[in-house]
């Protein structure tokens, strides 16, 4: 079978190793079966297709380990009160304005507009968390749909939440018990079950849900203090903190998929480590709600298996890249902290460990043809001692000049290479002001 071979002037085959000077990959079918300097790849398979990428890094692509896809429809939103804490933004703002309202045609949009976005920013991998609580059931395959149609690698859920009351509670776990048990761990969609947080679920709730996804082998997600108001309510309703609270409910351990993580103390660092539970970090949401800054690299020195989010917020993964950079520097007044390589790794492999994609995350012989090329032009000359440097402070999606997912080019010179919508922007808008009428 001829194979597609990709010789770069960089490759990164992962980022917990240094990048290699002129080294490159052979792609067959969905996976990388070669990897090696560019002229052994050449002269082993001349027969191969070939494509030169001088100046480019060859890296693995992106996983986006949070997002919600609708929350592009609230960007911009006019308030006449802006919410002035984290309990108040959900409250008064993000459930009555936004999730409550959205329905089908809205989601479709945002949908459409986000997979074009992320695919231009070089991610090939995501995991969504949607809640809108008046689209039920159904909205999960209507949005793998446009997913589908885009190549991308997802998972998708549903944020089942007690909020409104329980029978809508359990139509949202119902809801990802079904879309997980329709799609199998080895197809580029796939499922788990997600609730909101301790505060919006009870103790026999969250246990329905542990239980749901033990049946199906698959992880378990919730927000988990994003800021003070979660530990606040835990301490007064449980007298624990609330990862001290998901240990005495016998459900804290390595199926535990738990986003934000901001206000931790020690001891639940610790726990979350000592459990095996999987975290993901959105430094720039954290900014964004108020919520304060993740204690990163102590989850690190720990061994938490962490991963980076967007969180719907700023999507451009590059953006997000510097948010994890640079914040813990200063929060921690100390330049060491979260080196270039290790932040990278995070929004690759790391991200992908999190939530449980096999063989994604690296170019190495075996794994998943899950890749990009981004433009290597960099003003002052790149070394294999500061590639991962020069990546993620200088670098945006406009240099991402190809991505590959499972052996399929998606994106090349720019161009989508999808059954994409060239009007998205305009449906997205008409999607918006529906949405908007009514807000202020
Ligand atoms: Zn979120």
Redesign the pocket.
Known sequence: MTGLLILPEWLIISASQLPKRGWGVRIEADRITEVGPNNDLVEKFPHDEFLRANEQVLSPGFVNA???LY?VLAHGIPLTKAPDGFWPFLRDFWWPLVEDRIDIPMLNAAVEWQCQLMLRSGITSFYD?LEAPNSLPGCLDIEAQTVTRHGLRAILSF?ATQRANLENGLLGLQENYEFTRNHRPDELIQGLICYHTTFTCSADFIHQAFQKAKELGCLVHM?CS?GTYEPEQALKNFGQRPIQYYDQLGVLGPNMLA??CVQLDESEVALLAERGAHVVH?PL?NCEVGGGIAPVPKMVAAGVTLGL?S??YIDNFFEVMRGAFLIHKAKGLDPRLMPANLVYFLATEGGARTLNLEKVGRIETGWKADLQLIGADFPTPAGEWNLYDQLILYCNPERVRMVMINGRILLQEGQLKTDYDPNARQSLHAQVERLWQGAH
């Open positions: 949070h997002t919600h929350g968390c944020e927000h994003e986003s934000q959105m949401s989010g969180d719907s």
